[in-house]
Each structure stands twice: as structure tokens, then as C-alpha cells.
């Protein structure tokens, strides 16, 4: 039974809780969170479950085996290092840290200890980002083009971070799961209109032989949108996240050139429109399946894939974008 301490009992941490207490496997033995009031939503659902408002009580407990750290951005990096120095197994929330510093020292300290690292990238267990990675994997698509996304909506702001390390986040994370290769750099542009933080942002990734990829948040939308365009040599698809059904059609369509015989010269283009089918998505709770995947990963001592070094590579992008934006769009090479 592995035993967990959850820090953080905010919006996301209740989504914790529920999920690591009622796999088999499993069992949360304390929730902490400073502020005393999210107590009483806790004695809610889980009425015997012990609550603190020290963390110490989680990170210096013997008695725990993996701390899950769902707390502002700000503080992932001092509680998961907590952690790891007193011996716990690490579930951390997105992004990993607020530094690429801070995500390799965790790196370092969590090999040396040989305790093992989650990063809690959620979408990558959804049954949508599961079929995207196959159909790329197998060559469905072809050589990938672009991937291209969409993920606005008005609000919600935050205080601590900005817009790209709130929402591209996530975008981030997937585009490195499905496209599987080293970034080479990062142009981003945004700007700042209410909080002193960025609030609409546009981040362009480049990858080698000529894939490249854009991701589009903001939080000054006056609809949602979580769109995601993918192009191949052979085929493309469409994600829309908010559509209940058929969440990704893939598109027989494409485009090839050809020099025309009678003119050297020139090139002829031709389009080419077939079927678009929508395939069926595994119906799973991503959350489930992903906590499911960190007890498993711990009890046969083998690495998650979202592990400290992929969370790495999305801070690494995420300082990027940063670094990118205040020199308005100047691109920075990684
Ligand atoms: N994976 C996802 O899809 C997803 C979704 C939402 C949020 N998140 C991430 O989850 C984390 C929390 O986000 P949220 O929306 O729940 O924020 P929130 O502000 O609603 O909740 C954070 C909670 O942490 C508590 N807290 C702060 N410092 C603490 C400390 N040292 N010890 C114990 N508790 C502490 C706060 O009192 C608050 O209740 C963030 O990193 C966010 O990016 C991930």
C-alpha cells in the first residue's frame, strides 16, 4: 500500500485526492493546506480523513511514501525538494518548477535518492492525446508539417504566473509528447493589459526538418476554445477538446507539387480531398489512468514518461517563451 501526503487542497487538489485514494494500491493519509477552510470541504468528502496546516506534518512524516504537491507554481520547487530530502516519491503539478535551475537540481536529488518523479501533464492520459500520439507513431499522417493550437477563454486570471505558464503549459506538454523531438527554438510574443502579467500570448516552437509548431492562449477571450490542428504529408486532423463526440476528425486531405512536363520551371500543385473519419476515443478519466500509471511506475521501479525530465523540457520552453516575449519575439535558440 503506498502510502500519500497531498499539499494543496485548492481547485485541482481535490482531483487528487479522490483519484490516488481510491485505486487498490493506494491510500491518502493526510491533506495540508494553509489555508483552514479548505478543512471543511475535505470532512465533505472524505469525513475521517486527517487534515493539517503544516506541511511538515506531511514532509517529515515516516509514515508517508509519496507527497503530491498541487500548490501554486511558486511553491513546487521548495515543498518537492522537501520532500525528496525526507525520503518521499514525488507526484508535482504542471509546470514542474519556475525554473529550468530548479527542475534539474530536483532531477539531480531525486537520482541521487533514487526516488522517482511524476509530472502531473494530465492531458497526456486523455483518450484524444493517446490516439494523437498513435496516429503520428504509425505514420498515419505522414511526416508531420505543423501542430497548431488554440487554447483561449475569458479568464481565468491568475496572479502568480503568466498566461503561457498557465495555459501554454499544457500545450507545451503535449506538442513535445506527440512531435517526440528536441525543440531547436522559441519566438513568442504577448502582452500585458490588466494584472501586470501577460495576458494573451503566441509562441512559436521550431523542430528539425522544418516542423514547426504555434500555440495561441490568452485569457482575454470572449469564447473557449481548445482547438488543435495537426498537419501531415498525408493526412491532418482537427481536435476540438470541447466537443462531446467525435473530439478528432482526421482529414484525408493534402497538397503535392510536381514540375510540369511541358514547362520546367513551373510546379504543379494538386489538392487532394478524401474521406474524414472520426475514430472512437478510449473513455477514460485521464487523472485516474495517470495516477494509476505513478503506482505502477513505483511498485515495478520503472520510469514514468512524464517524469522530472519531461517536465524539464516544458520548463525549458516555458523560460524560453519568457526570455522570447520581453525581447518582443526575438528567438531564443535551446
Ligand atoms: N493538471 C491540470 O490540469 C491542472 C489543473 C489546474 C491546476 N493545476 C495546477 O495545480 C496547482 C494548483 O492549482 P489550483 O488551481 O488548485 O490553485 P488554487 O490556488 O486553487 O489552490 C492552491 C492551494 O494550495 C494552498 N497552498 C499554498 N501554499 C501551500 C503550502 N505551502 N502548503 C500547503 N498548501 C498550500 C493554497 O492555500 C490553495 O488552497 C498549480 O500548479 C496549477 O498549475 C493543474
Redesign the pocket.
Same mark, same amino acid.
Given at each position: 500500500m503506498i502510502r500519500i501526503g497531498v499539499? *494543496?487542497?485548492?481547485?485541482? *487538489?481535490p482531483?487528487i485526492v479522490r483519484n490516488f485514494h481510491t485505486h487498490n494500491g493506494s491510500q491518502v493519509v493526510m491533506v %495540508?493546506? #494553509?489555508?483552514p477552510k %479548505?478543512a471543511e470541504r475535505l470532512r465533505k468528502v472524505f469525513p475521517s480523513m486527517p487534515f493539517s496546516?503544516d506541511?511538515n506534518e506531511i514532509l517529515k512524516s515516516p509514515d508517508i511514501d509519496l507527497v503530491a504537491? $498541487? !500548490?501554486? $507554481?511558486g !511553491?513546487?520547487y521548495?515543498?518537492a525538494k522537501l520532500a525528496l530530502e525526507n525520503g518521499k516519491h514525488i507526484f508535482?503539478? #504542471?509546470?514542474f518548477t519556475g525554473s529550468v535551475a530548479q527542475a534539474e537540481e530536483l532531477i539531480e536529488l531525486a537520482d541521487k535518492k533514487n526516488l522517482k518523479i511524476m509530472v502531473?501533464? !494530465?492531458?497526456l492520459f486523455t483518450g484524444a492525446v493517446k490516439k494523437i500520439k498513435e496516429l503520428v507513431d504509425n505514420k498515419e499522417l505522414g511526416d508531420l508539417y505543423y501542430y497548431d493550437s488554440l487554447r483561449v477563454n475569458l479568464g481565468l486570471f491568475q496572479h502568480d $504566473?503568466n498566461v503561457i505558464?498557465?495555459l501554454a503549459?499544457?500545450d507545451l506538454s503535449i506538442m513535445d509528447h506527440v512531435i517526440g523531438q528536441k525543440a531547436e527554438a522559441v519566438v513568442a510574443t504577448g502582452e500585458t493589459h490588466l494584472n501586470g502579467v501577460e495576458d494573451v500570448a503566441f509562441i512559436t516552437v521550431y523542430f528539425p526538418r522544418h516542423v514547426i509548431a504555434h500555440i495561441n492562449v490568452s485569457w482575454l477571450s470572449p469564447v473557449k476554445v481548445r482547438t488543435t490542428l495537426i498537419g501531415g504529408e498525408k493526412k491532418m486532423l482537427v481536435w476540438n477538446d470541447l466537443e462531446a463526440d467525435e473530439k478528432i476528425k482526421i482529414y484525408d486531405k493534402g497538397v503535392s507539387m510536381c514540375a510540369n512536363p511541358s514547362n520546367l520551371h513551373q510546379l504543379l500543385v494538386s489538392y487532394r480531398s478524401g474521406d474524414m473519419h472520426a475514430p472512437q476515443l478510449e473513455p477514460i478519466e485521464a487523472?485516474r489512468a495517470e495516477t494509476a500509471y505513478f503506482l505502477q511506475c513505483i511498485e515495478k521501479n520503472t520510469t514514468p514518461f512524464n517524469d522530472g525530465v519531461a517536465g524539464l523540457r516544458v520548463v525549458r520552453l516555458l523560460e524560453a517563451a519568457d526570455k522570447s516575449m520581453r525581447n518582443r519575439g526575438e528567438a531564443v535558440t535551446l
Amino acid at each position: 500500500m503506498i502510502r500519500i501526503g497531498v499539499l *494543496g487542497y485548492g481547485y485541482w *487538489g481535490p482531483n487528487i485526492v479522490r483519484n490516488f485514494h481510491t485505486h487498490n494500491g493506494s491510500q491518502v493519509v493526510m491533506v %495540508c493546506d #494553509k489555508n483552514p477552510k %479548505c478543512a471543511e470541504r475535505l470532512r465533505k468528502v472524505f469525513p475521517s480523513m486527517p487534515f493539517s496546516v503544516d506541511e511538515n506534518e506531511i514532509l517529515k512524516s515516516p509514515d508517508i511514501d509519496l507527497v503530491a504537491v $498541487v !500548490t501554486p $507554481v511558486g !511553491t513546487h520547487y521548495e515543498l518537492a525538494k522537501l520532500a525528496l530530502e525526507n525520503g518521499k516519491h514525488i507526484f508535482v503539478e #504542471k509546470p514542474f518548477t519556475g525554473s529550468v535551475a530548479q527542475a534539474e537540481e530536483l532531477i539531480e536529488l531525486a537520482d541521487k535518492k533514487n526516488l522517482k518523479i511524476m509530472v502531473d501533464h !494530465t492531458f497526456l492520459f486523455t483518450g484524444a492525446v493517446k490516439k494523437i500520439k498513435e496516429l503520428v507513431d504509425n505514420k498515419e499522417l505522414g511526416d508531420l508539417y505543423y501542430y497548431d493550437s488554440l487554447r483561449v477563454n475569458l479568464g481565468l486570471f491568475q496572479h502568480d $504566473v503568466n498566461v503561457i505558464w498557465d495555459l501554454a503549459a499544457h500545450d507545451l506538454s503535449i506538442m513535445d509528447h506527440v512531435i517526440g523531438q528536441k525543440a531547436e527554438a522559441v519566438v513568442a510574443t504577448g502582452e500585458t493589459h490588466l494584472n501586470g502579467v501577460e495576458d494573451v500570448a503566441f509562441i512559436t516552437v521550431y523542430f528539425p526538418r522544418h516542423v514547426i509548431a504555434h500555440i495561441n492562449v490568452s485569457w482575454l477571450s470572449p469564447v473557449k476554445v481548445r482547438t488543435t490542428l495537426i498537419g501531415g504529408e498525408k493526412k491532418m486532423l482537427v481536435w476540438n477538446d470541447l466537443e462531446a463526440d467525435e473530439k478528432i476528425k482526421i482529414y484525408d486531405k493534402g497538397v503535392s507539387m510536381c514540375a510540369n512536363p511541358s514547362n520546367l520551371h513551373q510546379l504543379l500543385v494538386s489538392y487532394r480531398s478524401g474521406d474524414m473519419h472520426a475514430p472512437q476515443l478510449e473513455p477514460i478519466e485521464a487523472l485516474r489512468a495517470e495516477t494509476a500509471y505513478f503506482l505502477q511506475c513505483i511498485e515495478k521501479n520503472t520510469t514514468p514518461f512524464n517524469d522530472g525530465v519531461a517536465g524539464l523540457r516544458v520548463v525549458r520552453l516555458l523560460e524560453a517563451a519568457d526570455k522570447s516575449m520581453r525581447n518582443r519575439g526575438e528567438a531564443v535558440t535551446l
